[in-house]
C-alpha cells in the first residue's frame, strides 16, 4: 500500500477473487423456480409438484437434494484507514478509522439434472444482489465514540427467471442503504461500565 498510495500510514487494500464449483451440490428452490425446471424438461423436478384431478397445482415439496451442479465466481474488494486525529490536525486523545468492504458476484448459477443451468446472480428475490457493501467508521475521542455503518445492496431483477414479461411486473428492483448508528460513552473506564445509544436501520 505505501508504494502505491505515496506512504499514506494506516492505510490497507485487498482484492480477492474466488470461484467455487461443486458437483452434486445439496441445495433448495423456491416453488417458483422448481415450476420452471420441470417446465424446462426436470423430471426430477416434475416428481416434487402435485396437481389434483382437475390439473390444478395443489401441492409443491421443497425438499433439500443433490443438484447436478453449483458454481459461483466473485470479487472481494477491501480496504481500511486508521489513523490518531492528532495527525487531522485535532487537539484529542482518539482515532479515526474508516473501513468498506465491497462483494461482487458475477455467477451463482444452479444446475438440475434434467434443466439448463438457472443463474441466480443479481436474483434480489434470492437475496443474490450482483453487488453488495458493508461501510463504517469510528470515531473515538477520550471517553466518547461514535460508530456510523451503512449497508448497501445493489439492485437487480426480483426474479432472474421471469423473462417472457408475466408474473412479476416490473421485475426490476433499485439498490438500497441501510444506516445504523451507535454512540458510546465509558461512564466508568476503570470498572468497565458503559452507556450507549443505538439506532437501526435509521
Do not use: H
Not at 505515496?6 to 474466488?18: A, F, H, K, R
Not at 451463482?108 to 439448463?116: D, E, H, L, N, W
Not at 469510528?138 to 439492485?155: F, I, K, L, P, T
Request: with cysteine; glycine share 10%.
Amino acid at each position: 500500500p505505501d508504494s502505491l498510495f505515496g506512504g499514506i500510514s494506516g492505510l490497507e487494500m485487498s482484492i480477492d477473487y474466488y470461484q467455487i464449483n461443486i458437483t452434486k451440490a445439496i441445495s433448495t428452490l423456491s416453488a417458483q423456480q422448481e415450476l420452471n425446471f420441470c417446465a424446462n424438461g426436470s423430471a426430477q423436478q416434475c416428481a416434487f409438484i402435485t396437481r389434483n384431478a382437475t390439473g390444478t397445482l395443489s401441492r409443491i415439496a421443497l425438499p433439500y437434494f443433490n443438484a447436478a451442479a453449483r458454481q459461483t465466481k466473485g470479487v472481494d474488494f477491501e480496504g481500511s484507514y486508521n489513523t490518531p486525529l492528532s495527525d487531522l490536525g485535532m487537539d484529542l486523545d482518539g482515532s479515526l478509522v474508516l473501513r468498506g468492504l465491497v462483494n461482487y458476484i458475477g455467477q451463482f448459477s444452479t444446475q438440475v439434472q434434467g434443466a439448463a443451468p438457472v443463474q441466480l446472480a443479481g436474483d434480489i428475490g434470492n437475496s443474490i444482489p450482483k453487488w453488495s457493501g458493508l461501510f463504517s467508521a469510528n470515531v473515538s475521542a477520550d471517553r466518547w465514540s461514535w460508530y456510523v455503518q451503512e449497508r448497501w445492496v445493489g439492485g437487480g431483477k426480483f426474479d432472474n427467471t421471469n423473462n417472457n414479461g408475466l408474473g412479476i411486473y416490473p421485475n426490476q428492483v433499485g439498490s438500497v442503504w441501510y444506516t445504523d448508528t451507535t454512540v458510546t460513552y465509558d461512564v466508568l473506564p476503570q470498572d468497565g461500565v458503559t452507556m450507549f445509544f443505538s439506532i437501526n436501520n435509521l
